[in-house]
């Protein structure tokens, strides 16, 4: 009789840490956040049916693909004097940018809302959400966001959520 208590109550342990460890493997992993800090955020200019700048998700990690970016961001108008920084130390920074799509008859943001550090990625989630009550045909936007974060050897995805 005392055998079996043991054997049940050694059965009932046993069965308490299987479940305890399948419990703790299902949970949802935590990632770290990493903060970012805004570069530029806005509204590019759009020309008609002339769309000057084309729908992007992009890591900047040197200088000149950065000196190249901001050229054509000032290719119709100046948008980099908007910049809160346009100089990059990039041995310390890179640069995260999104650009949406050009879209018509509404107003839509798009935000980088976090950067999570994954084990073997950073995962950037960007959220672009229609801001009009109604549409409106005289009206065409494109925004961008553009962050710098610590520079990292990880490769960086892109997450888009429509809202």
Same mark, same amino acid.
Not at 12 to 38: D, M, R, T, V
């Given at each position: 009789?005392?055998?079996?208590?043991?054997?049940?109550?050694?059965?009932?342990?046993?069965?308490?840490?299987?479940?305890?460890?399948?419990?703790?493997?299902?949970?949802?992993?935590?990632?770290?956040?990493?903060?970012?800090?805004?570069?530029?955020?806005?509204?590019?200019?759009?020309?008609? +049916?002339?769309?000057?700048?084309?729908?992007?998700?992009?890591?900047?990690?040197?200088?000149?693909?950065?000196?190249?970016? @901001?050229?054509?961001? +000032?290719? &119709?108008?100046?948008?980099?004097?908007?910049?809160?920084?346009?100089?990059?130390?990039?041995?310390?920074?890179?640069?995260?940018? &999104?650009? +949406?799509?050009?879209?018509?008859?509404?107003?839509?943001?798009?935000?980088?809302?976090?950067?999570? +550090?994954?084990?073997?990625?950073?995962?950037?989630?960007?959220?672009?959400?229609?801001?009009?009550?109604?549409?409106?045909?005289?009206?065409?936007?494109?925004?961008?966001?553009? &962050? @710098?974060?610590? &520079?990292?050897?990880?490769?960086?995805?892109?997450?888009?959520?429509?809202?």
């Amino acid at each position: 009789m005392k055998n079996s208590k043991i054997k049940m109550l050694c059965t009932i342990a046993w069965l308490l840490c299987f479940a305890g460890n399948f419990y703790s493997c299902s949970e949802k992993e935590e990632h770290e956040q990493i903060p970012f800090i805004l570069v530029a955020k806005g509204s590019l200019p759009q020309y008609g +049916d002339y769309c000057v700048y084309p729908q992007i998700s992009a890591v900047f990690t040197y200088e000149e693909e950065w000196e190249m970016f @901001k050229a054509a961001m +000032d290719r &119709v108008n100046k948008l980099t004097d908007s910049f809160s920084e346009v100089e990059i130390d990039f041995d310390v920074y890179q640069i995260i940018t &999104v650009i +949406d799509e050009v879209r018509w008859h509404s107003i839509w943001s798009i935000d980088i809302v976090s950067i999570e +550090d994954r084990s073997d990625k950073i995962v950037a989630t960007v959220v672009t959400e229609n801001q009009s009550k109604h549409i409106s045909p005289e009206i065409v936007s494109q925004h961008y966001h553009i &962050v @710098k974060i610590p &520079v990292t050897k990880k490769r960086i995805e892109f997450k888009h959520i429509n809202k």
